[in-house]
């Protein structure tokens, strides 16, 4: 999985399966967390995000777990489609927990083969 | 509800000249921001306001310039442009200024040489 910080990693996935897509984040005090979907030549798309004081969160075919002992969230997606293909990426609000100190990872190609 | 629109879709540029970016959004949101995405990296944030009239430094913002006259309109402007600007830029904006998802446009390619 990606970790804000590391190059861009892939994964592929066959149509109709379940997809994990993982983020380490580094700032122990980050106490919000953003899921984003960027299809090629488009701009980040909001999926889902997750307050600290939960550790899971279910959106539509898409559940965001949150692993605060070990800092890594995970993004599931459910019947993974071809349109689902993209990069995801993850971000963290950091120790100012404002929108201006967020910090966003490189993200992971998910590629869906039907 | 058009979201956050940004014009153009894609530029090219001579060193040392200058253009506006510009981003407008139809969502009433007082919190703007610029970025730019450079290939394998994470998003860096240029400028931001957090409402007309006000605009702050993000992480990287030597050779641009912005301004907010009104809440829908936050221009990014590069005065001398330079190779290592070459990046896609987008332009966000959020309801609130913490703890709220922040809104993309499409972006403006933009290739220096």
């Known amino acids: 999985g990606e970790s804000v910080g590391l190059h861009l990693p892939t994964l592929s996935v066959q149509e109709g399966d379940n997809s994990i897509i993982n983020c380490a984040y580094s700032?122990?005090?980050?106490?919000?967390f953003i899921w984003y979907k960027q299809e090629s030549g488009k701009g980040p798309q909001f999926i889902i995000d997750?307050?600290?004081?939960?550790d899971k969160r279910q959106g539509q075919r898409v559940t965001v777990l949150l692993n605060k002992t070990v800092k890594h969230l995970s993004l599931q997606i459910a019947a993974t489609q071809p349109g689902d293909s993209a990069v995801y990426f993850c971000?963290?609000?950091?120790?100012?927990?404002?929108?201006?100190?967020?910090?966003f990872g490189k993200g992971t190609l998910l590629t869906v083969n039907p | 509800n058009a979201g956050v629109t940004q014009t153009p879709k894609f530029r090219i540029l001579k060193i040392g000249q200058s253009m506006t970016l510009q981003c407008a959004q139809d969502?009433?949101?007082?919190?703007m921001y610029w970025y730019r995405q450079d290939p394998g990296m994470g998003l860096k944030l240029i400028y931001y306001?957090?409402?007309?009239?006000?605009?702050d430094k993000g992480e990287v913002p030597n050779g641009y310039n912005v301004s907010r006259s009104t809440t829908e309109d936050f221009p990014l402007r590069l005065e001398l442009a330079a190779p290592s600007q070459t990046s896609v830029y987008f332009c966000?904006?959020?309801?609130?200024?913490?703890?709220?998802?922040?809104?993309f446009g499409n972006g403006t390619r933009l290739t220096v040489t």
């Open positions: 971000a963290e609000n950091g120790s100012g927990g404002s929108n201006y100190k967020l910090t």
């Open positions: 700032n122990s005090a980050s106490d919000y």
């Open positions: 966000a904006s959020s309801y609130k200024g913490d703890n709220s998802p922040l809104h």
């Open positions: 306001s957090v409402g007309a009239g006000i605009t």
């Open positions: 969502m009433n949101h007082n919190y």
């Open positions: 997750i307050r600290s004081n939960m």
